[in-house]
């Protein structure tokens, strides 16, 4: 079974009342302990080709508070888990999913279960400046097919 270590990051898109918000998250990392297509040993794997892939993860979800210590939250996750086409085959793996959950908060403070639900619905921005700072690598291997599938590197590779 594949196991999966990534970083993730999220936030709220719109907040329709005080304990009601529509957020976002995405994750990004490996995925390790993948049975790689093999000829003889795993035939019937013509998606991933290596043992260690990349991860993507995306989600939209409702975001309930339901107490001053639980929320509840529900949306749609979409997942690609790939290789980079550093090896054969890399058809990549993609689900849909449906993402149900009970968050326990440790230190949220209980003010917001004091106000009404009722805000404007023009909030407050707060000034702020943030970086961001992407690095991207990647190689990429050609190849063709010869035979009954098997594939090997292109002479130009």
């Known amino acids: 079974n594949p196991l999966t270590v990534y970083l993730f990051q999220g936030a709220r898109i719109a907040r329709f009342n005080q304990r009601l918000s529509l957020n976002y998250e995405w994750n990004f990392g490996?995925?390790?302990?993948?049975?790689?297509?093999?000829?003889?040993?795993?035939?019937?794997?013509?998606?991933?080709?290596?043992?260690?892939?990349?991860?993507?993860?995306?989600?939209?979800?409702?975001?309930?508070?339901?107490?001053?210590?639980?929320?509840?939250?529900?949306?749609v996750a979409v997942t690609h888990f790939s290789n980079g086409n550093t090896k054969f085959p890399n058809a990549g793996l993609n689900s849909i999913g449906l993402k149900v959950g009970l968050v326990y908060n440790i230190n949220r403070k209980e003010e917001c279960f004091a106000?009404?639900?009722?805000?404007?619905?023009?909030?407050?921005?707060?000034?702020?400046?943030?970086?961001?700072?992407?690095?991207?690598?990647?190689?990429?291997?050609?190849?063709?097919?010869?035979?009954?599938?098997?594939?090997?590197?292109?002479?130009?590779?």
């Open 115 to 157: 106000k009404p639900l009722y805000q404007s619905p023009v909030p407050k921005f707060p000034r702020h400046i943030s970086y961001d700072l992407v690095l991207f690598g990647s190689w990429r291997r050609k190849g063709v097919t010869i035979g009954e599938g098997q594939m090997v590197a292109s002479p130009e590779a």
């Open 30 to 75: 490996a995925s390790f302990g993948w049975k790689p297509y093999h000829s003889d040993l795993n035939p019937y794997n013509k998606v991933i080709g290596s043992k260690v892939n990349a991860y993507l993860n995306t989600n939209f979800y409702f975001n309930w508070m339901l107490s001053p210590k639980f929320d509840f939250t529900t949306g």
